[in-house]
């Protein structure tokens, strides 16, 4: 089977003996879960071994399919117990369900008595009105959690909880803050059945960072791999992710819509915008109906502005089911991208009545109050999206922004720090972090955060031009032309420009060349000043300049006699501007006296 490498992930190799064994595995696992009311679980395997039945003859899992797998671990005296107490659970009759099973002795059905007694509580807590403040709301909704962490706590003592009521017994004792205690138990869960997705998914949900999976002792089980690729997303380490997601589509598994949904996720994660809809729009087709991650999809959309497909994806959805938390985002991105916030927050807040815990609708409605000014809203929901997950950049960063208007910079910087820490390459993250410092009258730390964003990748192309305007105001003159002239060098290279950005560098160029003699690069940068409005007058008086230092032939009146045009990004006269590399003391940025300084929390 694949290598028990947590590294190279791209070499996973199933043989069509695994392969077989794989379903064979799910199948199983499938109707156990199914059993104990596991329906995610119990959803998740089902698919699985479905993108796997073209490979294999459905006769060949015949005895799975029977009823023998779960029903010979129910005794006869609990079976319709069982029954009936599925039938409540199914109906959301939890204390129902619960009770009538109060008594059995088969550890299927103890699972189902023990897991509605944390469902009954749950369910009370997300529909209970606050009447209460927050500490004695909290107090009072720990009550069956308690009872339950002290009953289960016993029987483990004794030997006597399966890998699935050690699910349960893990959730309950992380819910109670035992973080340590839950993430043990819930290995030793996956250690004793591995295809319980629950519990892999549970456990993924406490690392906070990959030093904290580098200290798991993980089973070397196929399931690995699908638990390391959705930690990797967490983590937003979205590359090894997409790797993963990647070989397993290759290896056998090329017809799972959770994969293709994932590895969709991981591109937009990535940055990879079109791929991240080449691949929603593969999941659309193979599975039409289906309306999981399409709020993920929705806000790639939003990002790139595809109107037509946003609201064709909106009408789908409300199709479909108009009272999914996922239609509801969708929605509401479909009316944030027709500056209709209002209306989009409305729809974020239907889709957290919903779900409460669906933190993309606590994101998003952040974002939305935003928009309409309201940050103390704004920080309320970004709060709340971070109770749900802490590892979610886009609250921190949210809450960065609310502080910044709020001019709160030393608490931006904080928000800020914790962002960059989810996505240190990011180079938002670094400018955000780089221009509070700035703020806050701290350069150095600024001018590494600025550097370490054009190293990166500045998608926006904004970091060179802050990096040399800070080297400008504390007169780094030659630090100032390099980073200048870089971001002039890239303008041409990449087509993409700022005209007010452009002219302010041929401005500093044209007077920096001419301060230290090189009055051919100071006359070609001078030159490109005229061409934009905000330097035209200053660039005109440069070549007057220049020309009597230098001798140059002025050719001011041929260029003040036609309307400038605007600059052209392969213009060869932006390439000349540099072509004498050699006579400029500055020719290459580099990040010259930068030294690094621990920043201040």
């Known amino acids: 089977m694949a290598s028990d490498s947590t590294i190279a992930t791209h070499c996973i190799y199933f043989s069509p003996t695994e392969l077989k064994d794989i379903r064979l595995q799910a199948l199983s696992t499938f109707h156990q879960a199914n059993a104990r009311g596991l329906t995610y679980t119990s959803r998740w395997l089902s698919e699985l071994a479905l993108a796997l039945e073209t490979e294999f003859n459905d006769e060949e899992v015949e005895d799975v399919s029977s009823d023998s797998v779960y029903l010979s671990s129910i005794s006869k005296a609990d079976r319709t117990k069982h029954a009936v107490a599925m039938t409540y659970y199914q109906l959301k009759e939890y204390k129902r369900a619960a009770h009538l099973t109060r008594s059995c002795k088969s550890l299927p059905v103890q699972f189902l008595h023990y897991y509605c007694t944390y469902m009954a509580g749950e369910s009370k807590d997300s529909q209970s009105e606050l009447f209460f403040d927050g500490e004695q709301k909290r107090e009072e909704n720990r009550d069956h959690l308690v009872e339950l962490c002290s009953d289960l706590t016993d029987k483990y003592k004794d030997g006597q909880l399966d890998a699935y009521l050690l699910y349960l017994y893990g959730v309950i004792l992380k819910k109670t803050g035992y973080t340590e205690d839950a993430m043990s138990i819930l290995i030793k869960s996956v250690e004793m059945q591995p295809c319980l997705w629950s519990s892999w998914f549970e456990l993924a949900a406490m690392l906070n960072d990959r030093s904290d999976l580098s200290k798991l002792k993980l089973p070397n089980h196929w399931m690995k791999h699908f638990f390391l690729a959705h930690v990797y997303l967490d983590l937003q380490i979205g590359d090894q992710s997409a790797a993963i997601y990647s070989s397993l589509l290759e290896a056998g598994f090329a017809n799972s819509t959770y994969l293709i949904a994932q590895l969709a996720v991981a591109y937009d994660n990535t940055k990879n915008v079109d791929m991240a809809i080449e691949h929603f729009e593969n999941l659309r087709i193979k599975d039409p109906y289906r309306l999981d991650n399409m709020d993920t999809y929705s806000n790639v959309l939003y990002v790139k502005e595809m109107r037509v497909e946003l609201a064709d994806l909106a009408a789908k959805c409300i199709d479909i089911d108009r009272y999914r938390a996922e239609t509801c985002c969708v929605i509401g991105n479909y009316y944030s991208i027709r500056d209709q916030h209002e209306h989009a927050a409305l729809y974020f807040q239907r889709a957290l009545k919903l779900n409460p815990n669906f933190i993309s609708a606590w994101t998003l409605m952040g974002h939305e109050y935003m928009e309409l000014q309201n940050q103390s809203a704004a920080i309320q929901a970004y709060r709340q999206a971070l109770e749900v997950d802490s590892r979610d950049f886009r609250a921190w960063y949210g809450l960065g922004q609310t502080h910044e208007i709020l001019k709160m910079h030393h608490y931006s910087l904080y928000y800020y720090q914790q962002a960059l820490k989810l996505r240190p390459n990011d180079s938002r993250m670094l400018m955000a972090v780089g221009c509070t410092y700035k703020l806050l009258n701290k350069p150095q730390q600024a001018k590494i955060c600025f550097w370490k964003a054009h190293m990166i990748g500045d998608p926006e192309g904004i970091a060179l031009t802050h990096l040399a305007k800070l080297h400008e105001t504390l007169k780094e003159d030659e630090n100032a032309a390099a980073a200048f002239t870089t971001f002039v060098l890239d303008a041409a290279q990449s087509g993409?420009?700022?005209?007010?950005?452009m002219a302010h560098a041929y401005k500093f160029l044209a007077n920096y060349n001419l301060k230290i003699g090189n009055h051919e690069e100071a006359y070609i940068a001078a030159q490109k000043c005229i061409d934009y409005p905000e330097t035209r007058e200053e660039g005109k008086a440069l070549l007057s300049q220049i020309t009597k230092t230098s001798g140059i032939p002025d050719?001011?009146?041929?260029?003040?006699?036609?309307?400038?045009?605007?600059?052209?990004?392969?213009?060869?006269?932006?390439?000349?501007?540099?072509?004498?590399?050699?006579a400029t003391p500055a020719p290459h940025l580099s990040p010259r006296n930068l030294h690094f300084i621990t920043p201040d929390h």
């Open 496 to 501: 993409m420009s700022n005209p007010r950005e």
């Open 555 to 582: 050719t001011i009146g041929q260029s003040s006699s036609v309307e400038p045009m605007p600059i052209e990004v392969n213009d060869s006269i932006a390439q000349d501007l540099f072509s004498h590399a050699s």
